[in-house]
């Protein structure tokens, strides 16, 4: 849990020191660039959880990403994947270019709010299988493995969902790993071989697609420990257990997060409406300071109606 708000320190500094994105990505990378591979590895297991009490889609949502996104790309090279890249662009383009000099693979970072209104995301808000061949098809020069999707594990569907399914098809080789998985093939030295290799067997693991009535979660997973893991099973399983209580602390650091940010609301806003002698000096406040609060955002749509074309 020492790096629990390394990531948002930085979305600190980058709000207050007026960084761009780019300045804020170079920095943490050339801090994580110094951590050793237990430190770093430590940072990367608890991952992929963004802070509740940023707005939603605000800047500092949008940099929290993008600094996940690093991490991934930082794993990426740790592994043996030295000419990875982080894409600038902002759409229609995978979130880290996972390659060296013969071989790529797309990936697509995850991160969500613990927050959220349902435990699991959406099959769309987690998965567009078509992007992954898109992705890859402007790498021409190269074997183009296939994707990897990076999900926070707490997120994970407790029975099989379309996404599992979709995580069997040889036609479009994707593989999901939690970000304890990629914690665990840094502590265990697995390196861009056997990612190489899983790839490329990819068929006979999943000759065909696996429904979702027939449980693919589970067949899936069964298969990663024992192609990806293989030789470390039970070191993987028992890692993944480690993992999952550090991810109940992660939520109850959150809850204590918002509890604190709740409180510290509630008593400035007590103080401030104790402060007034009068009832009309009170109202005052109310229509100057608290009212725009509750119409801002209708303020917002009103004035993009007025815009629209």
Known sequence: MKYIDLLENYVDLSTSNLWTTPE?????????????????????????????????????????????????????????????????????????????NDYVIVSD?????????????????????????????????????????TFPEMFEWVRSSDVHSYLTNKENRILLLYYSHLSACLELGINKIKFIEYFQNFESYFPRVINKDEDPK????????????????NEVKDFLIQSSMINLKIKDYALQRIEKIIKE??????SVVDSFDTLEGLKSYVVQEILPNHTEELIRIKNNIIKFR
């Open 109 to 149: 970072a995850k991160s969500f709010r613990l927050g959220r209104s349902q435990k699991s995301p959406n099959v769309k808000d987690t998965i567009k299988s078509g992007d992954y061949k898109k992705w890859l098809d402007r790498y021409k020069s190269k074997h183009q493995l296939g994707g990897i999707l």
């Open 24 to 100: 804020t990505v170079d920095r943490l990378q050339k801090y994580l660039t110094s951590l050793s591979t237990k430190e770093f590895s430590s940072l990367i297991m608890i991952s992929g959880y963004i802070p509740d009490h940023y707005d939603h889609d605000s800047s500092e949502e949008t940099l929290y990403s993008k600094l996940i996104e690093l991490l991934v790309y930082e794993w990426a090279k740790r592994i043996g994947f030295d000419l990875s890249e982080l894409p600038t662009q902002k759409s229609s383009i995978e979130d880290i270019t996972i390659q060296d």
């Open 218 to 233: 589970s067949i899936y997973f069964n298969n990663l420990y024992t192609t990806l893991f293989s030789g470390n099973e």
């Open 265 to 270: 609301r509630s008593d400035s806003l007590k």
